[in-house]
């Protein structure tokens, strides 16, 4: 028997840890337009759409529906995919799916972010109302009022405006109906699993403090506000939510200035910073992040092969006043001279043998100097 599934997409590598986005009601997968793909760099990303939304069937939920029902369309998707085990991320409506999850399907979760959702959305009477007028009179009358519901004044996305209008009435419904019925604030001291709470400061429809409450109850999660977010806070504010989620789900980034002080020293370091102008002062805090913070924080290499790396690269390019510095870096990491020699002897085959004589040169002054400083030079007299 075929099993009928929500509408996804799935981006970045099979291999890399999974990670689902969910939407928020009346929205479809394209919320994540702006984040899902920079997310894909490091995980395989499936966002998928709610029943009768983007490009799911109306018909995988009807009238009376639950969040329960809408997290077990998920589950079946992770299944197909063969997807175990894996991270989350939804909004509103989507973030409630992930507070299922973590509640009645912890073993499946490893992360969990909520973003500009709730534990409980209200008083039910008005979701009943809307869902009973949705079903009467269809989408229109709703859609003139979702700029103001989603976004702050003066912003909007087209594509989502549409994906309201054209969600089917029954579908979103059966939604709201899930929404009325919603109500997990007894059972979030119950969630174990890692969690993030996003919250947009200006959001009418979730304000910070639902997601405070929630904060508040799950033990060790943690809470971001958004300044100038409205409710679908990854459409208006991308780059901050994109951060967040960084953080949440790849640990937070390494301190760069710390690496290069333990790799370089801080003699090095010390005098780069009083050397550096306006006019430098981005690229000083380029290496910092990029090179310091995220290549050779890298655990794939240990420091003493990314060292021995680095040397030859330099040979390679002739750049002797790095591989000074480098050679010193080397013999800080551990690397004993005749280590650093093999090194050298290596690129005499591969960057030619000027190259490496000119670097035998610059080594061997290097090594001397450090073994001075350190008191470890032979005694020549």
């Known amino acids: 028997m075929t099993v009928k599934l929500i509408n996804h997409r799935t981006e970045g590598p099979d291999s890399a840890p999974p990670l689902l986005l969910g ?4 929205t479809s997968y394209a919320l994540w337009d702006e984040v899902a793909p920079e997310l894909s760099a490091a995980h395989r990303v499936v ?19 639950t969040v329960g029902d809408l997290a077990a369309l998920v589950l ?18 989507g973030g409630a799916v992930g507070l299922h999850l973590a509640v009645h399907h912890p073993e499946r979760l490893t992360s969990l972010a909520v973003v500009c959702s709730s534990a409980h959305f209200g008083d039910a009477a008005p979701w009943r109302e809307r869902a009973e007028r949705v079903r009467r009179e269809g989408m229109e009358w709703l859609v003139e009022s979702a700029d103001a519901r989603w976004f702050t004044s003066g912003f909007t996305v087209p594509r989502l405006v549409r994906d309201h209008r054209e969600a089917d009435p029954e579908a979103y419904a059966a939604c709201c109906d899930a929404l009325a019925a919603f109500d997990l604030r007894d059972r979030l001291g119950d969630i174990a699993v890692p969690t993030l709470l996003v919250a947009g400061k200006q959001d009418p429809a979730t304000p910070p403090a639902h997601l405070r409450e929630i904060a508040d109850a ?4 943690t809470l971001v506000e958004l300044p100038g977010a409205s409710h679908l806070a990854p459409a208006q504010c991308p780059r901050a939510v994109l951060a967040a989620l960084r953080t949440q789900f790849d640990g937070p980034p ?5 690496v290069r002080r333990e790799v370089l020293g801080d003699a090095h370091v010390d005098r780069a910073q009083a050397r550096q102008t306006p006019f430098t002062a981005r690229f000083q805090d380029f290496i910092s992040r990029y090179a310091w913070g995220e290549i050779w924080t890298d655990p794939t290499l240990s420091r003493r092969e990314r060292s021995m790396i680095t040397l030859t690269a330099l040979v390679a390019q002739g750049h002797h006043d790095e591989l000074a510095m480098h050679v010193r870096a080397a013999r800080r990491g551990g690397l004993t001279p ?7 002897l290596q690129t005499a085959v591969y960057c030619g043998v000027p190259a490496a004589n000119a670097a035998f040169a610059t080594a061997q002054r290097v090594i001397d100097a450090f073994a001075e400083e350190e008191g470890t030079a032979p005694d020549r007299g």
């Open 23 to 26: 939407p928020s009601l009346g």
């Open 218 to 221: 799950v033990p060790g999660s």
């Open 47 to 65: 966002r998928w759409d709610l029943p009768g939304h983007g490009g799911s069937a109306p018909d995988l939920i009807g009238p009376g529906a």
């Open 76 to 93: 079946a998707l992770a299944d197909a995919l063969g997807i175990d085990r894996f991270g989350y991320a939804g909004v509103s409506l």
């Open 338 to 344: 005749e280590e650093i020699g093999a090194v050298l």
């Open 254 to 258: 390494a301190s760069g200035m710390a």
